[in-house]
Structure formats: C-alpha cells, structure tokens
C-alpha cells in the first residue's frame, strides 16, 4: 500500500486509523462500499470526523481499493471468527432454572 496521508496513521496491531481518533480507514471505506455518501456517513455514523477527512479517507480507499477491500475482509474473517467462538448467552428459560434453584437453596 502506498503511503499513509497526514490524516492517518498505522496503529501497534496495524490498523490505518484517523489521527486523533478511534476510527479506522475501512469503517469509513466499508460505509462508502455500502453505498452511503460522505454527507451521510459524517451524518449517520461517524459525526467526530471532518467531511474533508471522510473525503480523504474516500480518495485514499478508491486509490488503494484492492488492499483497502482485503482489509475489509479481513476485518470481517476477524469478526466473524470471535461471533463463533463467543459463548451463547443464557436463555430465558436457563434464567429461570437459575432463579428456582437460588430460591430453593434460600428456603
């Protein structure tokens, strides 16, 4: 991948995030993929940025968009991969089995 513009920088796990913020290149470039203008990604989901830096961060990706789209990917292989492996919560009926046996012990 070409150079960082001054708006970015690579973070110690590798990821391309705005300076001064949490965000990452690909949260803004996985919006622009889904179709949502930069008005609307300022407006709908990341309201801290700049529009100049949205627009950047579009620029940068349509540039760069073969690395940048296997970032993505990456990204969603990475998440996916910590959705399956996350336990399930408990279910209603698991929360109440739960209860009547608390209740039990307390009697």
């Known amino acids: 991948m070409t150079e960082l513009p001054d708006i970015f920088y690579r ?3 590798g990821q391309i995030r705005f300076i001064g913020h949490r965000l990452r290149l690909i949260d803004v470039a996985e919006r622009y993929e889904e179709g949502h203008a930069p008005e609307a990604i300022l407006a709908d989901f990341y309201p801290t940025l700049s529009l100049a830096q949205i627009y950047r961060a579009i ?7 073969v690395e940048v789209l296997a970032l ?9 991969g910590f959705r399956s ?5 408990p279910t ?4 109440r089995r739960r209860l ?8």
């Open 85 to 89: 492996t996350a336990s399930q919560p």
């Open 11 to 13: 973070d110690p796990d």
């Open 100 to 107: 009547q046996a608390k209740q039990a012990e307390a009697s």
């Open 92 to 95: 209603l009926s698991d929360l």
């Open 59 to 65: 620029a940068f990706h349509l540039e760069n968009q």
């Open 72 to 80: 993505i990917e990456e990204n969603r292989r990475t998440v996916e």
